[in-house]
């Protein structure tokens, strides 16, 4: 039996995700809900979330709650102190350090992030034990993995 693919998802995809509702973030928690793939999150990409929602699009605060429901968003434990330092070490920029600290205490199979300037195709990332992409990568991926 094939292991479910766990992804870690980076604001700007939950923020896509209720923002747009054709885009590949969407379809990645439609997947989640029919059990194809594993949702995480860490509880600082969460927060970031909901602030954004809330200062951006208040009246989108249900439909975040119901997606991240309904899809079984499971928030992955607090990086170590050891995971903070490495991911500082890889990313200059704090915000997205935690992030990546956080996706490294998941262990997910993917990052998945918006953020081309950080965190895709960004070189110094390349030796992390998980893949790193956009909602299209991982949908990409996951056509192949469960085609196999």
Same mark, same amino acid.
């Given at each position: 039996?094939?292991?479910?693919?766990? %992804?870690?998802?980076?604001?700007?995809? %939950?923020?896509?995700?209720?923002?747009?509702?054709?885009?590949?973030?969407? &379809?990645?928690?439609?997947?989640?809900?029919?059990?194809?793939? *594993?949702?995480?999150? $860490?509880?600082?990409v969460l927060k970031e979330a909901e602030e954004v929602i809330r200062r951006?699009? #208040?009246?989108?605060?249900?439909?975040?709650?119901? &997606? +991240?429901?309904?899809?079984?968003?499971?928030?992955?434990?607090?990086?170590?102190?050891?995971?903070? *330092? *490495?991911?500082?070490s890889l990313l200059s920029y704090s915000p997205d350090a935690n992030v990546?600290?956080?996706?490294?205490?998941?262990? !997910?199979?993917? +990052?998945? !992030?918006?953020?081309?300037?950080?965190?895709?195709?960004?070189? $110094?990332?390349?030796?992390? #034990?998980?893949?790193?992409?956009?909602?299209?990568?991982? %949908?990409?991926?996951?056509?192949?993995? +469960?085609? %196999?």
């Amino acid at each position: 039996m094939r292991k479910t693919p766990e %992804i870690f998802l980076d604001t700007s995809v %939950i923020i896509a995700a209720v923002m747009s509702p054709t885009g590949g973030a969407r &379809l990645l928690f439609h997947l989640a809900q029919a059990g194809t793939v *594993k949702l995480l999150v $860490g509880s600082g990409v969460l927060k970031e979330a909901e602030e954004v929602i809330r200062r951006k699009a #208040p009246e989108l605060l249900g439909l975040l709650a119901q &997606l +991240l429901d309904e899809a079984g968003i499971e928030i992955s434990k607090p990086p170590t102190a050891a995971q903070q *330092k *490495k991911a500082k070490s890889l990313l200059s920029y704090s915000p997205d350090a935690n992030v990546l600290a956080q996706a490294m205490a998941a262990k !997910s199979d993917w +990052l998945v !992030s918006h953020d081309k300037k950080h965190f895709v195709g960004n070189p $110094g990332l390349d030796d992390l #034990p998980f893949r790193l992409g956009t909602p299209g990568d991982v %949908i990409a991926w996951l056509r192949e993995y +469960l085609s %196999i």
